[in-house]
C-alpha cells in the first residue's frame, strides 16, 4: 500500500492532520457544539413536501447562484439584526467552512497571507493552507479576549491580505466587542471576516457585526445553519458583505455548488425560523447552568456567548477528558493546557455532564 509521504503532496501539507473531533459511539455526545433538539415535527412535514417536489426535477441543474434561498437568508438578517440587509449582498454554500474557503481563494492564496487571534477556530489555519495562504497567528490576553490596541499594531506589522476575527470566538465562547472589530478594520487593507457561527446564541445586549458593514466594504460576515437552526446535517453557511464581494467570491465558485436538494431544504428550514429557534433559550440555559454550578466542583469556565463552555482548570485535562469517556460523556479536548470544552445539550445531558464531571473530580482531585 502506498503511504501518503510516496505521494507528490505539497510541501505545507505534509506531517499535517485532518480536521475531525473524535466520532466515537458513546451516549452523551457534548463535543461537536450540535443543537441537541430535534426538528419539529411540521418542519419535518414541510421539509418532506419540499424535498418530493425539487427532486421533480433533478434532471436539471439546480439555480446556480441560489437567488430565492439568498433572499430569504437576507430576510432572516435583517428581520433578527435591525439591519437592511439586501439579498446582492447575501452568499451561500455548503456549509461556513465552504464559504470561508471560497474568500481564500478569492483574497487569499501564493504570495499572500491570513491571519487570525489564537486559541480560535482550527478550520481558519487549515483552510488557508489548503488555499495555499500564508497563516499568522495573532495573539489574545490570558483571559481569551483580544487587547483591540495590540491586535491593530499585529495587523499593521504583517499586513495580511485576510483577517479573521471569531466571535463568538470558537474555542473559548466570548465575543468580541464590535469596537476591537473596527479598530482591526481599520488597521488593514484587506478584508476582516467575522465568523459569527454561533451568534444567536449570544448574551443579551450582544450586538452582530452586521451593523458594521455599512460603510464598509472590506467587512465579510459569515453564518450558519448548523447550529442555533439545529440543521448541522444540511450544511448551509452563508455570508453577509458588499455586493461586490459576493461578485468576488462569484469567481472561484464551483457551478451549482448548492444542490436543489439543499436549497429547497434551506428555504423550508427559514420558513419555520420562529419554531427552530425556539431552542436557543433552553440551551442557554443549561450553558449557564453549567458555568453556575462549576465553582461549586473547584472549576472554572470563560464567559460564554456561545453554544458551549470552555472549563478548567485541570492538572491533566487529556486523563479528565478520558475518564469522561468512561462515563460514556464525550466532551472537547481542543489542545489548551488545562481547559476542556462541553456542548450545552439537553437538560437530561447536563445533568449526565455534571454528576459525572463531580464524580472524576472527587476520583482524581483534577482540578
Same mark, same amino acid.
Given at each position: ?46 421539509? &418532506? ?155 443579551? &445586549? ?105 472549563? &478548567? ?31 450545552? &445539550? ?22
Amino acid at each position: 500500500m502506498t503511504s501518503l509521504d510516496e505521494l507528490p503532496l505539497r510541501p505545507e501539507l505534509r506531517g499535517r492532520m485532518p480536521y475531525g473531533a473524535p466520532q466515537l459511539q458513546v451516549k452523551h455526545r457534548l463535543n461537536t457544539n450540535e443543537n441537541p433538539h430535534p426538528l419539529p415535527p411540521e418542519l419535518l412535514a414541510d421539509l &418532506g413536501e419540499a424535498l418530493g417536489h425539487a427532486a421533480l426535477e433533478l434532471n436539471r441543474y439546480p439555480d446556480r447562484d441560489a437567488l430565492a434561498l439568498r433572499r430569504d437568508l437576507a430576510a432572516y438578517l435583517t428581520r433578527t439584526s435591525g439591519e437592511p440587509v439586501e439579498p446582492a449582498q447575501v452568499w451561500a454554500a455548503n456549509g461556513s467552512n465552504e464559504v470561508l474557503q471560497q474568500v481564500l481563494q478569492a483574497f487569499g492564496g501564493a504570495g499572500r497571507t491570513a491571519m487570525g487571534f489564537t486559541p480560535s477556530y482550527s478550520m481558519h489555519p487549515i483552510i488557508s493552507a489548503g488555499t495555499g495562504t500564508a497563516w499568522v497567528d495573532g495573539h489574545r490576553r490570558e483571559d481569551f479576549t483580544i487587547d483591540a490596541a495590540q491586535a491593530a499594531a499585529e495587523v499593521r506589522e504583517v499586513r495580511p491580505d485576510v483577517v479573521f476575527v471569531t466571535s463568538p470566538n470558537n474555542p473559548t465562547g466570548t465575543a468580541v466587542a464590535l469596537e476591537t472589530i473596527t479598530t482591526v478594520y481599520d488597521a488593514t487593507d484587506g478584508v476582516v471576516v467575522v465568523d459569527e457561527a454561533y451568534t444567536e446564541f449570544a448574551r443579551t &445586549g450582544t450586538r452582530s457585526a452586521l451593523t458594521l458593514l455599512p460603510g464598509r466594504p472590506r467587512l465579510l460576515v459569515s453564518r450558519t445553519m448548523s447550529k442555533a437552526f439545529g440543521m448541522a446535517g444540511l450544511r448551509l453557511g452563508y455570508l453577509a458583505a458588499d455586493p461586490a464581494v459576493v461578485d468576488a467570491l462569484q469567481l472561484v465558485r464551483l457551478p451549482y455548488h448548492l444542490s436543489s436538494l439543499t436549497q429547497a431544504a434551506a428555504r423550508t428550514a427559514l420558513a419555520h425560523t420562529d419554531a427552530l429557534l425556539a431552542t436557543v433559550d433552553a440551551v442557554k440555559a443549561e450553558r449557564d447552568r453549567i458555568v453556575a454550578t462549576l465553582p461549586g466542583l473547584g472549576l472554572t469556565s470563560v464567559p460564554s456567548d456561545a453554544n458551549f463552555v470552555l472549563f &478548567g482548570h485541570f492538572a491533566d485535562a487529556p486523563a479528565v477528558w478520558k475518564a469522561l469517556l468512561a462515563h460514556d460523556v464525550l466532551v472537547r479536548d481542543v489542545g489548551l493546557p488545562g481547559w476542556l470544552r462541553v456542548t450545552a &445539550g439537553t437538560t437530561e445531558e447536563t445533568d449526565v455532564f455534571l454528576t459525572a464531571l463531580g464524580e472524576v473530580v472527587r476520583e482524581q482531585g483534577a482540578a
